[in-house]
């Protein structure tokens, strides 16, 4: 295949996952309090992998895709999209590696980060719109960022098939 | 970061904030419906699967509080048939005293729609499988079994529509408590619901309905919103307030009721 043609193929596979993982997203995993954000993890997976452009471009369309009709158009893409600037900035600060308890400080930075924007983005909206603003605590203190933390470490972990004991030293992707 | 990354997310962040801005622009609101027309029959194939899914892993974790609840209702059951035969007595007085004060509802159109997409982690809006083909429109009630509110059509598209739940933040409802007879508004704070603008010298009771008024002319009157918690009487307060115990978990609810024709 030539180089557009690959190009194309790439993109389009990755609209048809955003796609895909909206639907799962909206319609299976969110009636449950304690669902993970299958977005977050997936943009975790490419940061550690330094697929940035990938990323970046999968953050913004699997944000348009799962907020398209909950939230206002664009605002996830802007979440996901701020998050993955900020874990690729981590990444290269830090220098992520493979270890398990690395696996688990990233997932944890990731998530709390994700709520974090969303909250200070339905703040935001909400002082524009003159509206009572959300609490903080809706975020923050309940199971459910645990419940996120452990899933999203656990995912990343199991993508890796990482031990705790494996010490891989940092990614050479 | 990299320029070509720098780049890339530059470009992608303005397109997103583009539409952030020009949210309620035509171009925004009919592409985001053309993205909702996509994903509907894909949302409505696996809500249908999680449904059974959820139906046998309930099955599978309750069968001995579904054996325990069948004796216990096989017992509540005979208790029942005894009051029947009163309640038929109660039921023709009723009926005439509803009469009398002309508070009986006109008939009243509904539209079963099923759930198939919810915003993540929390109960503000949800998608259903019903749109304008359906005889849905913006600002109709969405209410479940026993006209429980549930909240409003927000968005109705041609297949699908969005639902603002009563815990939005945006959520205002025109409210009566049923047998202290006090009004105020049922304000959605994003988590729960509080009763607002209760008048100082008024002071209803827990546990008693709060029903809409209908008096703020967008919803329908009668309708449940739920159960009077805790009262709030401070003196630096202009009014006074009560918390609102919703009467189900709309994160639970798989389908809804749409009154489509009502009288207000």
Wanted: charged share 20%.
């Amino acid at each position: 295949m030539n180089k557009p043609g690959k190009n194309f193929s790439i993109i389009a596979g990755w609209a048809l996952g955003a796609l895909f993982l909206s639907v799962f997203q909206n319609s299976i995993l969110n009636p449950y309090f304690l669902a993970p954000n299958l977005a977050v993890i997936i943009i975790l997976f490419l940061v550690i992998l330094k697929n940035d452009a990938g990323a970046l471009v999968f953050s913004f369309a699997a944000g348009f895709l799962m907020s398209v009709g909950y939230a206002p158009t664009g605002l996830s893409s802007l979440i996901l999209l701020s998050l993955s600037a900020i874990l690729i900035m981590l990444r290269e600060k830090a220098l992520f590696s493979k270890k398990a308890e690395n696996i688990a400080v990233i997932a944890a930075a990731a998530v709390i980060f994700y709520r974090l924007l969303s909250w200070l983005a339905a703040y935001g909206f909400a002082l524009i719109r003159g509206q009572d603003p959300e609490s903080f605590g809706f975020y923050f203190f309940n199971w459910g960022l645990f419940a996120e933390i452990i899933i999203a470490a656990a995912a990343i972990a199991l993508i890796f098939k990482i031990k705790k004991t494996e010490k891989l030293g940092p990614l050479n992707v | 970061m990299r320029k070509s990354i720098l780049i890339i997310f530059i470009f992608l962040f303005l397109i997103g904030l583009a539409a952030v801005l020009f949210n309620q622009s035509r171009p925004v609101l009919i592409f985001g419906r053309a993205i909702n027309e996509v994903l509907r029959p894909l949302e409505s194939a696996a809500a249908k699967f999680k449904n059974i899914f959820s139906f046998w892993q309930d099955a599978f974790l309750n069968v001995k509080n579904i054996k325990e609840t069948n004796i216990r209702l096989s017992r509540e059951n005979l208790e029942l048939y005894g009051k029947i035969a009163g309640l038929a007595e109660l039921e023709r007085e009723n009926a005439l005293l509803k009469k009398q004060a002309e508070f009986s509802r006109k008939g009243v159109n509904t539209v079963l729609a099923e759930i198939i997409g919810r915003d993540f982690q929390s109960n503000r809006s949800f998608i259903v499988a019903a749109g304008s083909r359906d005889g849905i429109s913006d600002g109709m009630a969405v209410i479940t079994d026993g006209n429980v509110v549930i909240g409003r059509v927000i968005d109705a598209g041609l297949g699908a529509s969005k639902i603002q739940t009563v815990l939005d933040t945006q959520s205002r409802i025109a409210a009566i408590t049923s047998q202290t007879r006090i009004s105020g508004l049922a304000r959605g704070l994003g988590t729960n619901i509080l009763f607002d603008l209760i008048a100082k010298n008024k002071q209803p009771e827990s546990d008693e309905l709060l029903i809409s008024s209908g008096t703020d002319g967008i919803w329908p009157r009668g309708l449940i919103i739920g159960k009077v918690g805790e009262i709030f009487i401070s003196d630096a307060q202009v009014f006074n307030t009560a918390d609102v115990l919703p009467l189900l978990n709309i994160q639970e609810l798989t389908e809804v009721f749409i009154i489509t024709n009502e009288s207000r």
